[in-house]
């Protein structure tokens, strides 16, 4: 199985291709990688973060793979670095997803209700448009509304369905629950206790669990009960284990839980 993740790479702060990375290697899945841009650390709470978006080398390293002939059983995009990124990554699954293969599209435009720096409606618009093309999309919270310009979970995910098969709205608070509404081909929902604080890095850990769940052709139910519990554990480790939040979960210690899943005989 192979999967490829299209995200950016940020040195410092664990999140998107630092997490993709060890995340599917524990699935058992190889990840390829097409980073969309490199930065010193990601773009939530530190400041003085160096950038750069790799827009042209992106278009070289797909020419070069064409000529390899590679195709993947899944593609995986998160963190785009521009309106033109988001174009350029349907090019990409036209390219590259096999046929039958799946296309998961982690919707990264903010969180708390508020664009991440550089993002913007314009930015949203262009993404909605990519998450018209895929299998599965895992918005946040916030990223739900983005897509929606509404805060009700039930007429969000209608509205995402709408626009893909299988939409994911990976957290949403309800008193002391914290609830992923999902759509099979109905709206369903799992949740677990709800818990304080902000952990950066969480959906990048919950979406890259989740490509190695489909790139195993795990069930959609399975593959979030997995997922969900990897991610509350990893989210409860890392509220007692660590001091400052921005760099990232401790996701780590928990990787046992997805290698058992897949290998334990
Ligand atoms: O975790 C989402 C994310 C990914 N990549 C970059 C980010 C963020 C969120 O802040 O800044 C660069």
Redesign the pocket.
């Known amino acids: 199985m192979r999967v490829l993740a299209v995200n ?1 790479i ?1 040195c410092v702060g664990k ?2 291709l630092t997490v993709a990375l060890p995340v599917l290697s524990a699935c058992g899945v190889t990840c390829d990688i097409l980073p969309t841009a490199l ?1 010193s650390t ?3 709470g530190f400041t003085g973060y160096t950038f750069l978006g790799l827009d042209d080398e992106m278009k070289k390293i797909c020419d070069h793979w064409e000529s390899l002939g590679l195709k993947y059983d899944v593609i995986y995009s ?2 785009l670095g521009s309106r033109e990124q988001i174009a350029f990554v349907k090019e990409v699954k036209r390219r590259f997803l096999k046929e039958g293969g799946k296309f998961i599209v982690d919707p ?1 435009l903010g969180d708390h209700f508020t664009f ?1 720096k550089g993002f913007d409606e314009a930015f949203a618009a262009e993404m909605r448009s990519l998450c018209a093309e895929a299998d599965y999309i895992l918005p946040n919270e916030t990223e739900s509304y983005l897509l929606t310009g509404t805060r009700d979970f039930h007429a969000a995910l209608e509205k995402l369905h709408e626009l893909c098969p299988h939409p994911v709205i990976t957290g949403a608070r309800e008193g002391e629950a914290y609830s992923i509404y999902y759509y099979t081909d109905r709206e369903e929902k799992l949740s677990i206790p709800f818990v304080e604080g902000a952990y ?2 969480a ?2 850990v919950f979406a890259s669990a989740f490509s190695g769940c489909v790139a195993h052709g795990e069930g959609l139910k399975e593959a979030l009960e997995l997922c969900t519990e990897f991610t509350y554990r990893a989210i409860l480790r890392t509220r007692d284990e660590v001091a400052d939040r921005k760099y990232g979960m401790n996701y780590e210690p928990e990787l046992h839980l997805i290698c058992d899943h897949f290998y334990k005989k």
Request: charged share 10%; net charge negative; proline share 0%.
């Open positions: 950016d940020s999140c998107s930065l990601h773009t939530g998160g963190y990264v991440y950066h890095g959906g990048d």
